[in-house]
């Protein structure tokens, strides 16, 4: 079986993380979409219809079922989209969710509307009801490593599960508002207070008192501190310190320096205004809270003040003793707009990774090399 997640022309609406990543491959709950489709269906290939310069390292097919990559699979949903024949294609409320061949034939989808996204706020908006969604598909039938008796418990202990080698110890956990999900040898430290939901992945780690509420996902192989609240981390990115980020998505591989802040609301508690990649300017949104959204290989310096709805591109080092702009493009160094050297922002990035064990493949250089040029 082989499926196509289909950017649906969002690739934009989701920028700057999908700058660096297909829609498809865009993680909220526990899991990318993706990851949800491997899990919900046994020996299937995933494949991405996207951005051409993209295509290198996320490959397209053309014989696959294409599923519209905005619409977060269930398991009601995945057993429609495997009935699709010749040339059908499934829809609910003028949506198409997915289709066969040339999907010329309407076939209309029963089942209960499963979640969409359209911006790239929605992604922390909506986090809460994709972590439950995922939480139960995660750990169905399986029985969590018990939790050490030195934290304590507020809520149901059901809705806290640990994998293999997951660690906590004296610390709070609230499962009122939902679950907590610990990944493979993921660490929460000592006085640490959770209210759920929350998803830590493998070999993440929440330091010493940290205080974490509202929907959050901390990718795999992170490190956050301090006060957060309804934030998104993709892997391998850090806030080890304390300061506070809310309403907020971190790309792959960033670092905020210590006593970095983010503020998630305006002072007249206003609708924000944000910067969209399809217009190129700053717009009004029918949101209120917003923090901070970076991009993949982005870094800022100790001491950093980000204003409400500030938008930071791919692979830009922001640094300065001002407010940073609501806008920094990608391969900028500093808040002036000087431009980062493509060669060392590379060698930055490659320094970072291969404290992991990792560096960056020649279809990751060519994608950054294209967005640098864009």
């Known amino acids: ?59 397209q097919s053309s014989q696959a079922i294409v599923v519209n990559a905005c619409v977060i699979p269930n398991e009601e949903l995945v057993t429609e989209v495997l009935k699709l024949k010749g040339n059908e294609e499934l829809i609910i409320d003028g949506l198409w969710l997915a289709r066969s ?11 209960k509307m499963p979640t969409v996204i359209n911006h790239r706020w929605e992604l922390f908006q909506k986090n809460a009801e994709v972590l439950e969604q995922d939480f139960h598909l995660v750990t169905k039938g399986r029985i969590s490593v018990q939790l050490s008796s030195t934290n304590t418990i507020i809520g149901d202990t059901t809705k806290i599960f640990l994998e293999e080698g997951a660690r906590v110890e004296a610390s709070i956990l609230n499962t009122n508002d939902g679950p907590i999900y610990i990944g493979k040898n993921a660490e929460i430290m000592e006085g640490s207070i959770i209210r759920g939901a929350l998803a830590m992945l493998n070999n993440s780690v929440l330091k ?18 301090g006060e957060v609240n309804n934030v998104i981390f993709y892997g391998y990115s850090n806030k080890g310190h304390d300061g506070f980020v809310g309403n907020s998505l971190i790309g792959e591989w960033c670092n905020l320096g210590a006593d970095t802040n983010t503020s998630n609301l305006k002072n007249n508690y206003g609708l924000v205004k944000t910067y969209s990649f399809k217009s ?19 870094k800022c310096g100790i001491n950093t003040m980000f204003n409400t709805a500030t938008v930071v591109g791919v692979s830009s080092n922001v640094f300065g003793a001002e407010f940073p702009p609501k806008y920094i493009p990608s391969f900028s160094w500093g808040i002036q707009g000087d431009a980062y050297d493509f060669s060392k922002a590379i060698e930055s990035s490659n320094n970072m990774m291969v404290r992991r064990g990792l560096e960056l493949t020649k279809e990751e250089i060519a994608i950054l090399q294209h967005v640098s040029e864009s």
């Open 1 to 59: 079986m082989k499926i196509q997640l289909h950017d649906n022309k969002k690739h934009l609406d989701f920028a700057p993380l999908t700058l660096t990543r297909p829609v498809g491959n865009l993680r909220m709950g526990i899991l990318t979409n993706d990851e949800r489709w491997k899990l919900l269906v046994p020996n299937v290939e995933i494949y991405f219809e996207t951005e051409d310069y993209l295509s290198e390292k996320f490959q």
């Open 101 to 111: 061949g040339t999907g010329e034939i309407l076939k209309d989808y029963a089942g």
């Open 208 to 225: 010493l008192g940290s205080k974490v509420y509202g929907a959050t996902t901390i990718g795999p192989f992170c490190k956050v501190g």
């Open 280 to 298: 190129k300017h700053i717009e009004q949104t029918e949101v209120q809270f917003m923090g901070l959204v970076m991009g993949d290989h982005s």
